[in-house]
């Protein structure tokens, strides 16, 4: 058993309610290890003091083509005393980002933590982060130490990854996917980001309250495909460097005036070949207007995109997640729920910053 001496135990958190709220997009043969793995970590949360029995476990159904759904809410209908499992079905895939936001967002504990179904999150870290958040941080970040299990090309994709992220300003904390933990308060913060183009690594820091990192091992996928592909990696990153940075439109900008002066080399050249008579005629009117133009239209698209880029992103007010049935133990075994939506209006009225 691992808990934190009480001299660092801040005053006022005592035992908190704890959801635990996973993404599932065709987990179907994922889902009964990670079932078998968190009956007993909700057991020793609880028995540990950690938490207040009982934990509650979130799986949300991004869309999943399998039995994924069924599975889910069989489980739900199952009793247990230190874990109450509840089913989120979306009504279509929405991906994997927006999925865990909903599912932050329907999660009901004080202390919400949130874990991949694939159990590359190794389960048994969530008890370090209720120690790091009684500990008074209200975030607290899952960080692989080792990524001994993944081929040499993922881990040379994700170092790649995490460097092009940095360059471009994004800032993220390495080796941090979206294993991590966010207290009531934290989350009543993230409510009032309204992103439509959803990055959670990168919106979560920007919430600026205490953190602390929990250090483990990356063990390999229990069963199943993994969802993030090379293409999938490379779509995440374009999302993620378009939603927090301008830099690729400051780019174009660059490299417009760079034409620019490109086209007065271009200019000083042909008025230098038209003074010792060895030029075409027609060339050199041709050649610098035809740079001059481009540079001057590159660098003109620079400035409106980097405005535009802006007001692309906040002007989609799109759903961000649409809910078709909810799976709760017995008599709410299953609730439809006519395609509701988060009310944003409502989420920043509810979202108090602390």
Not at 255 to 283: E, K
Request: charged letters at 25%; aromatic letters at 8%.
């Amino acid at each position: 058993m691992y808990l934190k001496p009480d001299s660092q135990i801040v005053p006022g958190r005592g035992l908190p309610r704890v959801s635990i709220v996973i993404p599932c997009f065709n987990e179907e043969a994922a889902l009964p290890h990670l079932l078998a793995a968190l009956r007993p970590l909700c057991a020793d949360m609880v028995e540990s003091g950690r938490a207040i029995a009982p934990v509650e476990v979130l799986l949300v159904d991004d869309g999943s083509r399998d039995a994924t759904w069924d599975l889910i809410r069989a489980a739900a209908e199952t009793d247990d005393a230190t874990l109450r499992l509840r089913g989120l079905k979306l009504s279509r895939n929405h991906g994997h980002q927006r999925a865990l936001l909903a599912g932050l967002m329907t999660a009901k504990g004080e202390v919400v933590i949130s874990m991949d179904a694939d159990l590359q999150d190794d389960p048994r870290a969530a008890l370090q982060m209720l120690d790091a958040w009684r500990g008074g941080a209200e975030i607290v970040y899952g960080q692989r130490s080792a990524r001994d299990h993944d081929s040499a090309f993922k881990r040379m994709t994700a170092r790649g990854f995490y460097s092009v992220m940095r360059r471009f300003g994004v800032n993220l904390v390495p080796d941090h996917a979206d294993y991590r933990l966010m207290s009531r308060k934290a989350l009543n913060v993230l409510a009032r980001f309204g992103e439509e183009n959803l990055f959670l690594r990168g919106v979560v820091p920007l919430i600026g309250l205490e953190s602390a990192i929990v250090t483990y091992e990356r063990p390999p996928r229990i069963a199943g495909e993994t969802k993030y592909p090379l293409a999938k990696m490379l779509g995440l990153a374009i999302e993620g460097i378009t939603s927090f940075s301008v830099r690729p439109l400051r780019m174009i900008t660059w490299a417009g005036l760079g034409m620019a002066a490109l086209s007065m080399a271009y200019l000083a050249y042909a008025l230098g070949a038209w003074i010792v008579g060895g030029t075409v005629r027609g060339w050199m009117s041709m050649i610098v207007s035809m740079t001059l133009l481009g540079g001057m239209q590159m660098f003109a698209l620079g400035v409106i995109g980097e405005y535009i880029g802006k007001i692309y992103t906040e002007t989609k007010r799109r759903p961000r997640f649409i809910v078709d049935e909810i799976a709760e133990p017995h008599a709410e075994s299953v609730q439809p729920m006519r395609h509701e939506t988060v009310d944003r209006a409502a989420a920043r009225r509810d979202a108090t910053v602390f």
